[in-house]
């Protein structure tokens, strides 16, 4: 009797992405405040022009070539990326306890450094705690690398429109020993609210206390406060703080690279007797997962990152970037209150980063899409980019009508 050939029929329900936060389609007549991009005034995508002129620097060097990357990475690329993150003079480099691996981009490094804590750390539990809200690719990621239960930790306390601290050191303090929770490091999606330096204390204190094991998301460094070495804070506390952890850099945002799919894991562990055989396994993992990383966005940021001049000159578009979504956050907000728009808008310039958590409601949210051409996440979550000086009036107007 032969066999069946296998077949792919496969059931919508498991291939069905997490419901919720998907962005609304727009025409061009609508606002657009939905994707996670930057945008310039204009509206239109931004190519750095310090990324210009490593871009040039790179045409014209005669050893630039297409020849593979090693597995782990471009080294000139893991370890200015790795002391961007930890600083020049972090205790864990000084040490010989840290180091970088190159990933694919923020999403491809965040499933790396899960796979190697569900598959290769012994004495982890398989359960994984993500914030609520949060970014919904945490659980798919982190669920498909093999943690068989995803927790939440609730951040945001929607009758103050600020970080509920009590809630999350209470769950993260429920959490069984050894639980691996993903925190992100600053300019937190969708909500925008970090935690203060006081309340990153605390947090430690529970991760300690519960023996938890950090993976912080890095996916906005520069982008919440305009400088990287502040944005950078939380990872830097932890580390000083003797914790071994894992962090996951993109360069998608602070580069603006998007589509070149860079990324970096950094490994901070207590031993650098364990590097050596840390790296072997990370090694079998991207062997077995994508063999070796893409080289241009690498060449790029390592150029920019072991020049000095550069690296001015990249911080300085840093800030134009990060300048211009806090100028957005304080031109909804004075126009709402200008307006008389029922309700505190504070908020709006409390938050960091890329994303502005509104507190308007689904329905709300839904009356926007539908009688203003507005999209927006139901969830509330608007980005800044989609906002400029031409659509910002507009915008408080719908928003009022919206909440009155
Ligand atoms: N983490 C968070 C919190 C994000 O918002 C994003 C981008 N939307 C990423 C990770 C991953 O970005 P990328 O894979 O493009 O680097």
């Known amino acids: 009797v032969g066999g069946l050939q296998p077949s792919l029929l496969v059931s919508e329900d498991k291939q069905k992405l997490p419901a919720g936060n998907q962005t609304v389609t727009a025409s061009s007549s609508w606002s657009t405040l939905g994707a996670g991009v930057y945008r310039t005034e204009e509206g239109k995508p931004w190519i750095l022009p310090v990324v210009k002129e490593a871009v040039k620097l790179l045409s014209a060097d005669p050893a630039v070539n297409f020849e593979y990357v090693p597995m782990l ?22 040490d010989g306890r840290a180091f970088g691996v190159q990933g694919i981009a923020g999403t491809g490094s965040l499933r790396i450094a899960a796979d190697f804590l569900a598959t290769v750390v012994p004495n982890l539990t398989k359960v994984a705690y993500i914030s609520r809200p949060g970014w919904d690719n945490h659980r798919l990621l982190f669920t498909r690398a093999g943690f068989t239960e995803i927790r939440e930790y609730r951040y ?6 600020a970080l509920d601290i009590a ?62 070495d502040i944005d950078a804070w939380p990872v830097r506390l932890f580390v000083s703080e003797g914790v071994e952890l894992l962090a996951c850099q993109s360069f998608a945002k602070n580069f603006g690279l998007y589509n070149q799919r860079l990324g970096n894991i950094v ?55 990060s300048t211009r979504l806090m100028e957005m956050r304080q031109q909804l907000r004075t126009r709402l209150e200008t307006k008389n728009t029922p309700g505190s808008w504070r908020h709006l310039t409390e938050q960091r980063g890329m994303f502005a958590f509104t507190g308007l409601n689904e329905r ?26 031409q659509n910002v009036e507009r915008v408080s107007q719908a928003f009022y009508d919206a909440v009155t």
Request: hydrophobic share 40%; aromatic share 8%.
């Open 267 to 321: 490994i901070v562990t207590a031993n650098p007797e364990t590097v050596h055989p840390i790296r072997s396994q990370l090694a079998i993992i991207i062997r077995g997962t994508f063999t070796s990383p893409p080289a241009y966005g690498a060449q790029i940021v390592a150029r920019i990152l072991s020049d000095p001049q550069l690296t001015v000159q990249w911080k300085a578009d840093l800030n134009t970037m």
């Open 167 to 228: 809630g999350m050191l209470e769950d993260l303090g429920g959490a069984p020993e050894r639980s691996v929770v993903i925190f992100h490091a600053c300019a937190h999606n969708p909500t925008g609210v970090d935690p203060t330096h006081d309340q990153w204390r605390e947090i430690l204190k529970v991760v300690k206390q519960r023996s938890l094991f950090p993976v912080f998301d890095v996916a906005y460094q520069g982008f919440a406060s305009g400088d990287p």
């Open 73 to 94: 990475g471009l080294e000139a690329f893991t370890t200015a990326a790795t002391r961007l993150l930890l600083g020049a003079d972090s205790p864990a480099l000084r």
């Open 156 to 161: 945001w306390h929607a009758a103050e429109c």
């Open 364 to 389: 709300q949210c839904e009356y926007l899409k539908t009688q203003w051409h507005i999209a927006l996440l139901k969830s509330g979550r608007i980005s800044l980019s989609g906002l400029s000086m």
